[in-house]
């Protein structure tokens, strides 16, 4: 029936064609390349490191995001760390080519480093392989950048590859050895792929040949795209093939086809690369025709319209391209364009943006035969109204996201498959998706190693342009049989919680009217669940003799309602055993059972994130890091964060009284944040807490309003006091304004050192000028590429006059403590709120939790767009807002972002009062109340005229998601 009927064994062999004593550290693993009758038919043997001669260390199994060995097949390799160090492979068939996989240390400028390393055959020099980590090592969020230091390394490996020269038998020594580790302290060798690779095609009869008819450079040493051009117009124009010869091909921008065949002497041996050096969003490529209206909505050269380009074959040569970074306006991709009734065949593409970018509309268009490696984004996108059309038997691995993905943005992609192809590794994101879409066949595949934020297989109504208005959303009967998910889904480094390795999605709206048919499937060692549901609600899903075996956390993972119909669904090795199903959405979620099933029987919903249990070959092996962690949810999509508003009108600026700290608690804003470590950080009383900008982004400012000008003597600076917080000087100018516009320079520029031994705090002594809002500007950290701050402490008094509040700055506030809710602090005496507007707006807010950077802060900064959201699935949750003082409320007014896209729900709030913090008495018991777009999502909760200063609501329920969300908590003395 399923891939594990026909026993483990087969799956295993490929990964121990050279298990031997060397290795008993590592762990046998699933081979993607070992599933019979799934997945690519390749042309080469692919033997792991960890598994041949070595006298190097073998790392892993590791899947934790960020560590090096997470991106290795079976999250294992092989690290090297000395000269004579090497990994030795024995061929179990004859070749006379590697390609290997491989990762090195990057460089400290970021361009990465360039080394090589000694290939010997038998015990013999043959030559030596140039190897460079130019092509891995990206960092912080989307779209990613070159910058060490910065957060989320990834995109560690790289492959390269050589011909041997001659064909060398079965039983022959292949070994990689360290020569040197003055250009590299290590190499770590993940894999090595070994083919026969067959003699270079000749020349079809009559045809077009671009070195000797039109001059084109095989050599590489000039600029061919001209030639390349002028030989594929004459082939369309004279209806003959295009020949590339052998030769190394350097094209400045990508060639235009339409009606020609373009034919190589074979992968191996035609290889077109290059960009252009001045304009580096050109690049080697073979592009169609662009459709107008079409999936591009960019600019369009004569030479490019008309399309789409029909009558069009590519075969048998490489596109080896020169991209270094991921810039997703670009044009700089393998393939793009349209091309209808149009084949690729036996093409390796490899350093290039996309492999195979192509927007429609466009019709019967397949890729069949081919390897997609080492890509900065997908390796294959359906964009915009492509159909009939196909991925068939192709190799991808290392792509920068999606490994092949449809996404009908403006068009609907309709009776599309992607069928027999082996998707390992993508570094982001799923191995195989389809967003939308119509009819779509998703067969006799094989997904492994997710990196992260995606799964092996994902279904789903999102991203943009994907709706039934549109006809874009998924529609007609999407199959999915015989697929295989080994290792596949992972954690979601946003979200903080695990992604499944077959997941369903109705973000943009709900999957329905839709049939879903996964069968005869294979999930095997998912590295959390097994299957997911979030966003939105899915239907109409049907499981048929499926085979879950290993799960890093659960079989089911509900946090969406869903309608699936479960027969023959058989789950083991399970790391919740008992409760193999995780439902916080309660009836809403439903599996109808179709019989046949198993080890499905148990459900819970804890609040908490249970630390994964990897497996391979269905036996536990390691996890993540040990403990739980609040599950933090899904981003809420349905309202983005706007700019830090200008205070209501109806609040008249409270101007701080005291001599102690005047910003704690008031308004901050900044230029950026970073993971959200938001500017309301600073100016919460916690030194441990911390507002962190943008990384590699300088210049980053935060600033506070302090509610009214008055004369400042100083501003205290702290980092969190833990010593692993290790000595920085940060570079800092202090300027100040009184309406938030017009800003003067306090301190000019100066280096500040924060050192752990001294309480990581400095002081900077301030002129007596007028000021109501203060700024730091910082220009440098030499810790961190990023400005740093856990505490912003302003210090004066005197003459504090009232001026009017501008809106300065586009980060909204938040507050994201979690502890409990403070005593006001000692230091500074409490200011009453003035006014009968109001009262909460700029207050200090806390929470028992937030979702990423949705902190209480946005409930209390009068605008309605940015919320508050608490951890997900954790109910109860609570928001309070501290007013100064204690005051006789009369009501309470609270919303949701106004936007339509947020549904009518209903939430269930108790609402308690506090005179000190600690001790609180009921003012409104457990109420539902419903907020209705229809109604400006609004609702309002009358109070009894006890005194009040900490106001708190607690939520314990939510019929629109499973967290509390509040985009204004607004509090009225009338």
């Known amino acids: 029936m399923t891939t594990l009927a026909l026993g483990a064994t087969g799956l295993l062999a490929a990964a121990f064609v050279n298990a031997g004593s060397a290795h008993a550290a590592a762990v046998p693993a699933l081979s993607p390349l070992a599933v019979p009758n799934r997945g690519a ?14 006298n190097g260390t073998v790392v892993g199994p590791d899947r934790l995001y960020g560590h090096l060995v997470s991106e290795a097949s079976g999250r294992q390799a092989v690290t090297l760390n000395a000269t004579g160090q090497y990994v030795e492979f024995t061929l179990t068939a004859p070749a006379n ?36 980590s130019k092509y891995s090592w990206y960092y912080g969020g989307y779209p990613f950048n070159n910058n060490p230091g910065d957060t989320n390394p990834h995109h560690f490996f790289d492959e390269t590859r050589t011909l041997l020269g001659t064909s060398y038998p079965a039983g022959t020594k292949i070994r990689l050895q360290v020569s040197s580790t003055a250009q590299s302290p290590t190499f770590t060798i993940d894999l090595a792929d070994f083919e026969n690779v067959a003699a270079p095609i000749a020349k079809p009869a009559n045809a077009i040949d671009v070195v000797t008819d039109f001059g084109a450079d095989p050599t590489g040493a000039t600029d061919s795209t001209a030639k390349f051009q002028a030989a594929v117009n004459a082939g369309a124009a004279q209806g ?47 592009y169609g025709k662009y459709v107008a209206g079409g999936g591009y909505g960019g600019g369009v050269r004569p030479q490019e319209a008309g399309g789409p380009s029909q009558n069009v074959t590519l075969k048998d ?45 466009m019709d019967h268009f397949t890729i069949k035969n081919s390897r997609i490696l080492d890509q900065t984004a997908d390796g294959v996108n359906f964009h915009t109204g492509v159909t009939n059309s196909t991925v068939t038997n192709t190799f991808l691995r290392n792509t920068g996201d999606d490994g092949l993905a449809s996404w009908p943005e403006r068009l609907a992609n309709v009776n599309d498959s992607f069928t027999h192809n082996t998707v390992v590794l993508p570094i982001l994101a799923n191995n195989i998706v389809t967003y939308g879409g119509k009819d779509f066949t998703i067969s006799d595949n094989v997904m492994a190693d997710t990196i992260t934020n995606g799964g092996g297989l994902h279904i ?8 039934s208005g549109n006809g874009t959303a998924v529609a007609g009967t999407i199959t999915a049989a ?19 390795a077959l997941w369903f999605d109705g973000l943009n709206e709900p999957i329905a009217g839709a049939t879903i048919n996964i069968t005869d499937t294979d999930i095997l060692d998912s590295s959390y669940e097994a299957i997911q549901t979030i966003d939105g609600s899915s239907s109409g899903i049907n499981l048929t003799n499926v085979n879950i075996d290993g799960a890093g956390t659960y079989a089911v993972q509900a946090q969406a309602n869903a309608q699936m119909k479960f027969t023959n669904v058989k789950a083991k090795n399970i790391a919740q055993a008992a409760t193999p199903i995780h439902n916080c959405v309660g009836t809403g979620f439903q599996i109808t059972d179709g019989g046949g099933n198993s080890g499905l029987s148990g459900t819970t919903c804890t609040g908490q994130w249970p630390a994964p249990v990897w497996t391979y070959n269905g036996v536990p092996v390691g996890g993540g890091n040990g403990g739980t962690s609040s599950p933090s949810p899904s981003p809420s999509t349905s309202a983005p964060a706007s700019p830090s508003p200008s205070p209501s009108a109806s609040s008249t600026p409270a101007c701080p009284s005291g001599t102690g700290n005047l910003a704690q608690g008031r308004p901050a804003t900044a230029s950026g944040t970073n993971a959200g470590l938001g500017a309301g950080n600073a100016v919460d009383g916690d030194a441990n807490s911390y507002w962190e900008s943008a990384n590699g982004a300088f210049p980053q400012w935060i600033q506070v309003d302090l509610g009214c000008s008055t004369s400042l003597t100083k501003a205290v600076l702290k980092l969190p006091p833990a010593t692993a917080w290790a000595s920085r000087t940060q570079t800092v100018t202090v300027q100040g304004s009184t309406d938030g516009t017009n800003f003067t320079t306090l301190v000019g520029s100066t280096g500040y050192t924060f050192d752990p031994a001294t309480g990581n705090t400095v002081t900077v002594n301030l002129p007596a000028t007028p000021t109501r809002y203060l700024r730091l500007t910082v220009t440098g950290n030499t810790g961190w590429p990023a400005a740093q701050l856990s505490e912003f402490q302003v210090f004066g008094g005197g003459n504090g006059t009232s001026s009017p509040s501008s809106s300065p700055s586009s980060s909204p506030s938040s507050s994201p403590s979690t502890s409990a809710s403070p005593s006001p ?59 100064g003082c204690s005051r006789a409320l009369t009501k309470a007014v609270l919303k949701l972002p106004p936007a339509t896209a947020w549904a009518s729900r209903t939430q269930t709030v108790t609402v308690q009062g506090s005179t000190d913090g600690t001790n609180f008495t009921t003012l409104v018991g457990s109420t539902g109340y419903t907020f209705d777009p229809a109604t400006g999502n609004t609702v309002t909760v009358n109070l009894p005229a006890t005194p009040t200063r900490y106001l708190r609501l607690t939520v314990t329920g939510n019929t629109g998601w499973p967290a509390a969300q509040l985009s204004e908590l607004q509090a009225f003395t009338s």
């Open 482 to 500: 015989r697929n295989t998910m080994i290792r596949a889904g992972n954690s979601d480094y946003n979200w903080q919680f695990g992604v499944g």
């Open 317 to 361: 040569f490489a596109i080896i391209g020169d991209v270094r970074e991921r810039v997703d306006d670009d044009q700089v991709n393998a393939l793009g364009g349209a091309m209808s009734n149009s084949t690729v065949d036996n093409l390796w593409i490899q350093h290039t943006k996309v492999g195979a970018w192509m927007d429609g509309p």
């Open 460 to 467: 789903a109504n999102r991203y943009p342009g994907v709706t």
């Open 240 to 286: 003959r093939t295009v020949y590339i010869p052998q030769g190394n091909f350097t094209l400045y921008d990508h060639v235009v086809v339409d009606k020609v065949t373009l034919a190589g002497a074979g992968p191996w041996y035609s290889v077109l690369g290059g960009r252009d050096p001045i304009n580096r969003n050109r690049a080697a490529g073979i």
């Open 97 to 132: 080519s590697i390609d290997f996989r491989y990762s090195l240390p990057d460089s400290p400028d970021g361009k990465g480093r360039d080394a090589s390393m000694d290939l010997l055959v038998n015990g013999q020099k043959l030559k030596s392989v140039d190897v460079t």
């Open 825 to 883: 602090s000692a230091s500074a005496t409490a200011t009453c709120p003035a006014g009968t507007g109001n009262l909460a707006q700029g207050r200090p807010a806390t929470a028992s939790g937030t979702s990423q950077n949705y902190g209480p802060g946005n409930a209390v900064d009068g605008d309605a767009n940015t919320y508050w959201e608490s951890a997900n699935n954790a109910f109860p949750q609570w928001i309070q807002v501290d007013l």
């Open 41 to 54: 038919s390749v042309p080469f043997i692919e033997q792991e490191a960890e598994y041949a001669a070595t």
